[in-house]
């Protein structure tokens, strides 16, 4: 039988990126937790997880934190080539933001790929058989997202 299938909302798209932020970052503290003290640990995971969802800085502190422990994030960054599930939730986070950025025409056409091409350049990019849909996307966000070690109360998508 065919079941009908939700198409997920722009908010749903939205939580799901939240969903994958807050997933790599709990697991990525987990991490840094065990090497550095926690004040550290929590700028460090979440420096690493900015940079590789390409998301702005709007906190002062984290930014300049950001600026001064440059070669340590990269570091991190290029140890995560290994973590496949971490690799394969970045990409496809990227790649769903690109694909709503087009679906919205704000994206020009120089500027579509800019950050799939940075996480290929960092080696995070993990090539795919197919590219996530909405829905696939919404519900690999979630399950990654329940599964990580800090998993905060956000409501969850029903699809």
């Given amino acids: 039988m065919n079941r009908k299938q939700i198409i997920p909302s722009s908010d749903d798209l939205f939580r799901a990126e939240k969903q994958v932020f807050a997933g790599i970052f709990g697991r990525l503290y987990a991490r840094y937790i065990l090497r550095y003290e926690p004040e550290y640990a ?3 995971a979440l420096a690493v997880a900015r940079v590789l969802l390409s998301m702005s800085w709007e906190n002062e502190k ?3 934190f950001m600026e001064q422990n440059q070669d340590r994030i990269r570091q991190e960054i290029l140890a995560l080539k290994d973590e496949i599930e971490i690799r394969r939730m970045v990409t496809d986070t990227l790649i769903m933001r690109v694909v709503a950025l087009h679906k919205a025409g704000g994206c020009g056409a120089d500027s579509a790929g800019e950050h799939i091409d940075r996480i290929r350049t960092l080696g995070i990019y993990l090539e795919g058989n197919q590219p996530p849909t909405p829905g696939s996307f ?3 966000a979630s399950r990654f997202f329940s599964l990580s ?3 905060p109360a956000i409501p969850r998508w029903k699809g």
């Fill in 42 to 44: 929590s700028f460090l």
């Fill in 138 to 140: 919404v519900r690999t």
């Fill in 62 to 64: 984290a930014r300049v």
């Fill in 149 to 151: 070690p800090i998993s």
